[in-house]
């Protein structure tokens, strides 16, 4: 069962997902239980349209974002390999270096 999403992930997955009218339900009937990926396999048609999608968040919404993966409450590490490579260079350019080493070092990607 998928996590019930905040006021504040609806916000952001409406951002990165517009098409879905707000949707957060997957095909199997259940809850997404985390915004990134679903974005990344099942939404953006290629890496490009990931990243896309994901300059459209504020530094703020990144940032939630990386809170949220730092506290295991966000998927990052099954994301499609290019689609980490851009989450990990928005959080540098965005954010910060130290941000982005965090990050990397929480998820155990050398």
């Known amino acids: ?9 609806k916000q952001i997955f409406d951002k990165l997902a517009p098409e879905l009218s707000g949707n957060t339900i997957s095909s199997g009937g259940h809850n997404y239980p985390f915004i990134l990926r679903p974005l990344s396999h ?11 999608r994901m300059e459209r968040l504020s530094v703020e919404e990144l940032d939630y974002l990386v809170k949220l993966a730092l506290e295991n409450k966000e998927d990052i590490r099954s994301l499609e390999p290019e689609d980490i490579d851009t989450i990990m260079e928005l959080v540098e350019q965005k954010i910060s270096a130290q941000r982005m080493k965090e990050l990397k070092q929480h998820l155990g990607i050398v």
Do not use: L
């Not at 998928?2 to 504040?8: A, E, N, Y």
């Not at 099942?42 to 896309?52: G, N, W």
């Open 1 to 9: 069962m998928g996590r019930v999403f905040s006021d504040m992930d």
């Open 42 to 52: 099942k939404i953006a048609q290629s890496a490009e349209d990931f990243r896309d």
